[in-house]
């Protein structure tokens, strides 16, 4: 009896190995893989966000900072002193050689090249300019340099830190395909050892009691399940030691990698928002800089009723704009975004824009996405009323049809031929990628947003008619 006992007591230690080992083998191998996936990533995101901090900053303080130096010649000396141009191309050019090193694309590498070689020749335009600052009469001429030296080495930084956003956002692409296509792998993977589990099981199965057929068949079957996706499936609970054992490792093997395929999966959805979030439509920085610039404008001219108005529409709109964080806001917040927008660049363009909003105070407390209205509007002004001779008036106006809130944006600017309107329409609908083309990749992010957050249902439509204007129709659910 004994040496019977000790025969099958060899069996169930080989057939607890041959499931052990290769279940653990295939866990180390998927946290390995999920630890590889997450560095990546993290490097990729750490990129882009550094890049595009200087994107959204550094011109518009550079640009500054030299055009406070030009204005205040009286203290030019004391401002140069100051070094704070020279500081930030000292730190703008170390974080690029730092992206140099960690950017795994030459084409990427190729752009901060670029940017590092304007940086030494934007440094060299700075101290012209602040040498001369120094000298009496030569405001007019520092003032040409600002505008044709270092406005357009600053333009020209940004483009590229554009273009190194867009080539990393890309790698995340990649990266995403790539996690498709090792899940996959790990599938498979999954599946040869649970085969190889289950032939072996079935071999030693044969020669053992009773007892351990019907619990080992048990197994079979939720492995089967767990090989076709379904990860939350659980082995039962058996009397025998040594199944114990097996069954507990078939279910922590099963519950990692539900967990690691739902994480893969979060993180796709990260990936994707990440990559709207990255391509959102931004508040211009030459909207705010040239706000502010007619606001001194006025100032100095004695304009205060002017200056309080204008300030009162900045801060209305940067108050929307912000929104203590939130992603929704109500409707009639919304309207509160576009007007003070309008009001803004009524200033501006006095003699070739009018307005008119028409939303039902109804609708008013019904919720949005943030910055759905106002990108369109400027659409209709830089892409239809600017491009047109005389007035232009843009008419913004709601409705509720059933369930849903039609929002329409329309203009009597230039209008789109046939043909253009068609290659927009493809562009909105993302079946083109054309990022020369301003109006049609700025309504596709709109678009994209919109489905991202309400559905495929929803998101942007356009008519329009050359020579007559344009309309951008927002379709939204009706939601309080």
């Known amino acids: 009896m004994k040496k019977k006992r000790s025969h099958l007591q060899k069996r169930l230690y080989v057939l607890t190995l041959v499931c052990l080992v290769p279940l653990t083998i295939l866990i180390i191998y998927l946290l390995i893989l999920l630890g590889r996936f997450s560095d990546r990533y993290n490097a990729i995101t750490d990129n882009i966000t550094m890049a595009n901090t200087y994107s959204i900053h550094f011109k518009e303080n550079m640009d500054y900072t030299m055009y406070t130096i030009i204005v205040n010649m009286a203290r030019a000396e004391e401002l140069t002193g100051m070094q704070q141009p020279h500081a930030m191309i000292d730190k703008a050019r170390k974080d690029f050689r730092t992206l140099y090193h960690l950017t795994d694309s030459e084409y990427a590498r190729s752009q901060i090249s670029g940017i590092l070689k304007c940086l030494n020749t934007l440094e060299d335009r700075v101290e012209e300019i602040e040498a001369d600052a120094l000298v009496s009469g030569t405001y007019d001429k520092n003032m040409e340099r600002l505008d044709l030296n270092i406005r357009v080495l600053t333009d020209l930084i940004q483009e590229r830190i554009q273009e190194f956003i867009y080539v990393e956002t890309t790698h995340l692409e990649t990266l995403r395909e790539g996690i498709r296509g090792d899940v996959s792998t790990a599938l498979r993977t999954c599946i040869i050892i649970f085969t190889v589990i289950l032939a072996g099981s079935v071999l030693f199965s044969r020669k053992i ?72 439509a931004q508040i211009n920085p030459h909207f705010l800089y040239n706000t502010l610039d007619s606001i001194i404008w006025l100032a100095e001219a004695g304009e205060k009723e002017q200056v309080v108005q204008m300030v ?31 009001q803004i660049q009524q200033f501006r363009y006095r003699d070739i824009l009018d307005f008119d909003i028409q939303i039902p105070q109804r609708l008013y407390s019904c919720m949005i996405l943030k910055l759905t209205l106002q990108p369109l509007v400027e659409n209709a002004l830089y892409h239809g009323i600017k491009n047109k001779r005389g007035m232009g008036r843009i008419g913004i106006a709601g409705r509720e049809e059933e369930d849903r809130i039609i929002l329409c944006v329309r203009d009597n600017g230039i209008g789109m031929s046939e043909e253009k309107l068609t290659h927009v329409r493809a562009l909105i609908r993302g079946e083109k990628m054309d990022a020369d083309d301003p109006s049609g990749f700025g309504l596709s992010n709109v678009n994209q947003r919109l489905q991202l957050n309400y559905g495929p249902a929803y998101g942007l439509e356009i008519d329009s008619t050359y020579g007559e204007g344009t309309m951008v129709s927002a379709i939204i659910p009706k939601k309080s």
Do not use: C, W
């Open 312 to 342: 009162s529409s900045l801060s209305d709109f940067f108050r929307t704009t912000l929104s203590k964080g939130r992603d929704y806001i109500t409707l009639q917040e919304e309207e509160m975004h576009i007007r003070s927008y309008l």
């Open 209 to 280: 009691m009773k007892g351990i057929t019907e619990p080992i068949r048990r197994l079979s079957e939720a492995t089967k399940q767990a090989a076709s996706g379904d990860f939350a499936v659980r082995a039962q609970e058996d009397s025998v030691d040594e199944m114990v054992v097996l069954n507990t490792s078939f279910n922590q093997m099963v519950e990692k990698i539900g967990q690691l395929v739902e994480d893969i999966r979060v993180e796709q959805i990260n990936l994707r928002q990440t990559e709207l979030k990255v391509l959102q």
